[in-house]
Protein backbone atom coordinates (compact mmCIF):
# COMPACT_ATOMS: atom_id res chain seq x y z
CA UNK A 1 0.00 0.00 0.00
CA UNK A 2 2.76 2.38 0.90
CA UNK A 3 4.36 1.58 -1.82
CA UNK A 4 1.26 2.47 -4.43
CA UNK A 5 0.73 5.38 -2.12
CA UNK A 6 4.43 6.79 -3.26
CA UNK A 7 3.86 6.50 -6.97
CA UNK A 8 -0.31 8.02 -6.47
CA UNK A 9 0.85 11.25 -4.99
CA UNK A 10 2.43 13.18 -7.46
CA UNK A 11 -0.16 11.89 -9.76
CA UNK A 12 -2.67 12.36 -8.07
CA UNK A 13 -1.33 16.38 -7.08
CA UNK A 14 -0.94 16.60 -10.99
CA UNK A 15 -4.28 15.42 -11.51
CA UNK A 16 -6.41 17.73 -9.04
CA UNK A 17 -4.31 20.76 -9.67
CA UNK A 18 -5.00 20.25 -13.25
CA UNK A 19 -8.56 19.40 -12.77
CA UNK A 20 -8.80 22.86 -10.66
CA UNK A 21 -6.84 24.63 -13.50
CA UNK A 22 -9.64 23.58 -15.92
CA UNK A 23 -12.35 24.69 -14.03
CA UNK A 24 -10.75 27.96 -13.16
CA UNK A 25 -10.15 28.70 -17.36
CA UNK A 26 -13.26 27.36 -17.47
CA UNK A 27 -15.71 28.55 -16.00
CA UNK A 28 -16.89 29.44 -12.54
CA UNK A 29 -16.38 25.74 -10.30
CA UNK A 30 -19.72 24.34 -9.73
CA UNK A 31 -20.81 25.07 -5.74
CA UNK A 32 -18.94 23.04 -2.69
CA UNK A 33 -16.63 21.53 -6.05
CA UNK A 34 -13.74 23.29 -5.01
CA UNK A 35 -14.21 22.21 -1.48
CA UNK A 36 -14.70 18.60 -2.48
CA UNK A 37 -11.03 18.65 -4.71
CA UNK A 38 -9.59 20.51 -1.81
CA UNK A 39 -10.81 18.12 1.02
CA UNK A 40 -9.28 15.11 -1.73
CA UNK A 41 -6.29 16.75 -1.79
CA UNK A 42 -5.72 16.94 2.12
CA UNK A 43 -6.64 13.65 2.34
CA UNK A 44 -4.26 12.46 0.04
CA UNK A 45 -1.54 14.49 1.60
CA UNK A 46 -2.58 12.65 5.02
CA UNK A 47 -2.14 9.06 4.18
CA UNK A 48 1.24 10.61 2.13
CA UNK A 49 2.59 11.71 6.26
CA UNK A 50 1.58 8.72 7.70
CA UNK A 51 3.55 6.81 5.24
CA UNK A 52 6.98 8.71 6.79
CA UNK A 53 6.37 7.83 10.16
CA UNK A 54 8.91 4.60 10.04
CA UNK A 55 11.52 6.74 8.06
CA UNK A 56 11.43 9.77 10.35
CA UNK A 57 11.69 7.60 13.35
CA UNK A 58 15.43 7.76 13.86
CA UNK A 59 17.08 6.08 16.67
CA UNK A 60 18.01 9.08 18.42
CA UNK A 61 14.23 10.11 18.24
CA UNK A 62 12.92 5.78 19.43
CA UNK A 63 15.58 6.13 22.44
CA UNK A 64 14.37 9.71 23.61
CA UNK A 65 10.91 8.20 23.46
CA UNK A 66 11.85 5.50 25.41
CA UNK A 67 13.00 7.41 28.38
CA UNK A 68 10.64 9.83 28.32
CA UNK A 69 7.69 7.03 28.61
CA UNK A 70 9.73 5.14 31.03
CA UNK A 71 10.46 8.04 33.77
CA UNK A 72 6.84 8.96 33.17
CA UNK A 73 6.14 5.50 34.55
CA UNK A 74 8.53 5.31 37.25
CA UNK A 75 6.11 9.15 38.07
CA UNK A 76 2.84 7.49 38.27
CA UNK A 77 4.01 4.33 40.34
CA UNK A 78 5.94 6.72 42.68
CA UNK A 79 2.66 8.94 42.88
CA UNK A 80 -0.34 7.88 43.88
CA UNK A 81 -4.04 9.48 44.32
CA UNK A 82 -2.62 11.48 47.54
CA UNK A 83 -0.79 13.37 45.27
CA UNK A 84 -3.19 14.96 42.41
CA UNK A 85 -5.73 15.16 45.24
CA UNK A 86 -5.71 19.20 45.56
CA UNK A 87 -5.52 19.90 41.83
CA UNK A 88 -7.15 17.42 40.02
CA UNK A 89 -10.53 19.10 40.19
CA UNK A 90 -8.61 22.52 39.51
CA UNK A 91 -5.80 24.69 39.15
CA UNK A 92 -5.03 27.55 42.01
CA UNK A 93 -1.37 28.34 41.44
CA UNK A 94 0.42 31.33 43.33
CA UNK A 95 2.03 32.71 40.71
CA UNK A 96 2.08 33.31 36.93
CA UNK A 97 5.70 32.78 35.98
CA UNK A 98 6.93 34.20 32.26
CA UNK A 99 10.43 32.29 31.33
CA UNK A 100 12.38 31.04 28.78
CA UNK A 101 11.95 28.30 26.55
CA UNK A 102 15.46 27.18 27.12
CA UNK A 103 15.93 23.86 28.25
CA UNK A 104 18.75 24.69 31.33
CA UNK A 105 15.60 26.75 32.56
CA UNK A 106 13.27 24.63 34.47
CA UNK A 107 10.73 24.57 37.72
CA UNK A 108 12.19 22.25 39.87
CA UNK A 109 15.27 25.65 40.45
CA UNK A 110 12.20 27.56 41.49
CA UNK A 111 9.78 25.34 42.70
CA UNK A 112 10.44 22.04 45.00
CA UNK A 113 6.46 21.27 44.36
CA UNK A 114 5.62 22.92 41.32
CA UNK A 115 2.22 20.90 40.90
CA UNK A 116 -0.63 23.00 40.75
CA UNK A 117 1.60 25.75 41.93
CA UNK A 118 2.87 27.58 39.28
CA UNK A 119 1.00 28.75 35.99
CA UNK A 120 3.77 28.29 33.67
CA UNK A 121 4.46 30.37 30.42
CA UNK A 122 7.38 30.12 28.72
CA UNK A 123 8.87 31.31 24.65
CA UNK A 124 12.10 32.30 23.79
CA UNK A 125 13.14 35.50 25.93
CA UNK A 126 10.69 35.33 28.41
CA UNK A 127 8.54 37.93 27.11
CA UNK A 128 4.89 39.50 27.67
CA UNK A 129 4.26 40.04 24.08
CA UNK A 130 5.00 36.42 22.91
CA UNK A 131 2.35 35.00 24.75
CA UNK A 132 0.08 37.47 25.88
CA UNK A 133 -3.23 35.43 25.91
CA UNK A 134 -1.35 32.89 28.73
CA UNK A 135 -0.34 35.75 30.89
CA UNK A 136 -3.37 37.50 30.81
CA UNK A 137 -5.29 33.98 31.40
CA UNK A 138 -2.96 33.56 34.56
CA UNK A 139 -3.41 36.91 35.87
CA UNK A 140 -7.11 37.56 34.98
CA UNK A 141 -8.51 33.92 35.56
CA UNK A 142 -6.52 32.47 37.82
CA UNK A 143 -5.77 35.58 40.03
CA UNK A 144 -2.92 35.45 40.83
CA UNK A 145 -0.94 37.95 43.12
CA UNK A 146 2.51 37.30 41.33
CA UNK A 147 3.51 38.03 37.80
CA UNK A 148 7.19 36.44 38.04
CA UNK A 149 9.34 37.04 34.93
CA UNK A 150 12.45 35.36 34.90
CA UNK A 151 15.29 36.22 32.47
CA UNK A 152 18.87 34.05 32.39
CA UNK A 153 22.52 33.44 31.90
CA UNK A 154 23.87 32.80 28.69
CA UNK A 155 20.41 33.81 26.88
CA UNK A 156 20.59 32.24 23.16
CA UNK A 157 17.41 34.65 22.67
CA UNK A 158 19.22 37.70 23.79
CA UNK A 159 22.20 36.93 21.72
CA UNK A 160 20.43 36.44 18.93
CA UNK A 161 18.63 39.53 19.13
CA UNK A 162 21.56 41.48 19.73
CA UNK A 163 23.11 40.66 16.32
CA UNK A 164 22.06 39.47 12.85
CA UNK A 165 19.38 37.69 12.85
CA UNK A 166 18.30 38.34 9.27
CA UNK A 167 18.88 34.68 7.75
CA UNK A 168 16.16 33.40 10.35
CA UNK A 169 12.81 32.22 9.59
CA UNK A 170 9.77 34.84 9.76
CA UNK A 171 7.79 33.47 13.02
CA UNK A 172 11.32 33.67 14.64
CA UNK A 173 12.36 36.81 13.30
CA UNK A 174 8.91 38.30 14.84
CA UNK A 175 9.50 37.13 18.62
CA UNK A 176 13.34 38.40 18.23
CA UNK A 177 12.42 41.95 17.03
CA UNK A 178 10.11 42.39 20.06
CA UNK A 179 13.24 42.20 22.28
CA UNK A 180 15.00 45.48 22.76
CA UNK A 181 18.51 45.20 23.39
CA UNK A 182 21.58 46.69 22.08
CA UNK A 183 23.38 45.55 19.47
CA UNK A 184 26.61 43.64 20.13
CA UNK A 185 25.89 43.42 23.50
CA UNK A 186 24.59 39.87 24.78
CA UNK A 187 25.59 39.68 28.24
CA UNK A 188 24.02 39.95 31.67
CA UNK A 189 23.56 43.58 30.88
CA UNK A 190 21.06 43.15 28.12
CA UNK A 191 19.42 39.84 29.90
CA UNK A 192 18.87 42.52 32.90
CA UNK A 193 17.38 44.76 30.40
CA UNK A 194 15.15 42.53 28.56
CA UNK A 195 13.60 41.58 32.18
CA UNK A 196 12.81 44.85 32.96
CA UNK A 197 11.40 45.84 29.81
CA UNK A 198 9.40 42.77 30.25
CA UNK A 199 8.09 44.56 33.84
CA UNK A 200 7.94 47.62 32.08
CA UNK A 201 5.30 46.04 29.46
CA UNK A 202 3.49 44.03 31.89
CA UNK A 203 2.70 46.65 34.70
CA UNK A 204 1.08 48.82 31.45
CA UNK A 205 -1.02 45.75 30.31
CA UNK A 206 -1.39 44.98 34.35
CA UNK A 207 -1.80 48.45 35.74
CA UNK A 208 -5.20 48.50 37.49
CA UNK A 209 -4.22 45.16 39.71
CA UNK A 210 -0.66 46.89 40.46
CA UNK A 211 -1.88 50.26 41.76
CA UNK A 212 -4.60 48.19 43.04
CA UNK A 213 -2.29 45.92 45.35
CA UNK A 214 -3.98 42.82 43.60
CA UNK A 215 -0.68 42.03 41.42
CA UNK A 216 3.39 41.77 42.26
CA UNK A 217 4.87 42.31 39.33
CA UNK A 218 8.38 40.69 39.75
CA UNK A 219 11.58 40.55 37.87
CA UNK A 220 14.34 37.93 38.39
CA UNK A 221 17.22 36.24 36.86
CA UNK A 222 17.95 32.53 37.19
CA UNK A 223 22.06 32.53 36.84
CA UNK A 224 23.10 28.96 36.45
CA UNK A 225 26.80 30.07 34.96
CA UNK A 226 27.43 32.04 38.59
CA UNK A 227 28.12 35.69 36.31
CA UNK A 228 26.47 37.58 39.42
CA UNK A 229 28.48 35.62 41.59
CA UNK A 230 25.71 35.34 43.98
CA UNK A 231 25.22 30.98 43.65
CA UNK A 232 25.62 29.04 40.78
CA UNK A 233 21.52 28.57 40.38
CA UNK A 234 20.76 31.45 42.18
CA UNK A 235 17.40 32.90 41.46
CA UNK A 236 18.40 36.84 41.75
CA UNK A 237 15.46 39.67 42.21
CA UNK A 238 16.02 42.49 40.08
CA UNK A 239 12.89 44.24 39.62
CA UNK A 240 9.45 44.85 41.79
CA UNK A 241 7.12 46.66 40.62
CA UNK A 242 9.60 48.94 38.26
CA UNK A 243 11.75 48.98 41.09
CA UNK A 244 15.66 48.09 39.93
CA UNK A 245 17.82 49.53 42.74
CA UNK A 246 18.92 46.82 44.62
CA UNK A 247 19.56 49.04 47.86
CA UNK A 248 15.78 49.77 47.58
CA UNK A 249 14.80 46.60 46.21
CA UNK A 250 16.22 45.13 49.57
CA UNK A 251 14.42 47.01 51.88
CA UNK A 252 11.23 46.27 50.48
CA UNK A 253 8.07 44.82 52.59
CA UNK A 254 8.32 41.81 49.77
CA UNK A 255 11.83 40.95 50.42
CA UNK A 256 11.92 40.60 54.14
CA UNK A 257 12.56 37.19 55.58
CA UNK A 258 12.84 35.79 51.98
CA UNK A 259 15.89 33.61 53.19
CA UNK A 260 14.52 32.53 56.47
CA UNK A 261 13.12 28.62 56.11
CA UNK A 262 9.17 28.47 56.92
CA UNK A 263 8.39 26.43 60.41
CA UNK A 264 8.61 22.39 60.27
CA UNK A 265 4.97 21.15 58.73
CA UNK A 266 4.01 24.77 57.90
CA UNK A 267 2.23 25.39 54.06
CA UNK A 268 3.27 28.60 52.19
CA UNK A 269 -0.15 30.98 52.35
CA UNK A 270 -1.78 30.33 49.12
CA UNK A 271 0.01 26.98 48.10
CA UNK A 272 -1.66 24.69 46.02
CA UNK A 273 -0.93 22.04 48.70
CA UNK A 274 -3.00 23.87 51.34
CA UNK A 275 -5.94 23.94 49.27
CA UNK A 276 -8.31 20.91 48.62
CA UNK A 277 -11.17 21.31 46.76
Not at 17 to 44: D, F, N, Y
Not at 110 to 131: C, E, K
Amino acid sequence: MKGRLWLFLPLALFSLSGLMCSRVSAAEPAAGETERIRAIVKEVLREYAATLGEKQASPAAKEIMRNLVQDNAQFVRSHGPAHFSHFVDGQHPRATVVTCSDSRVHIHALDASPDGDLFMVRNIGNQISSNEGSVEYGVHHLHTPVLLIVGHSACGAIKAASGDYSAESAPIRRELDTLQVPRGEAGMGSVRLNVNNQVRHAMSKFEEAVLSGKLTVVGAVYDFRNELAKGQGKLSIVNVNGETDPMKISKLDLMQGLDVPPRKGAKPAGSAASMHH
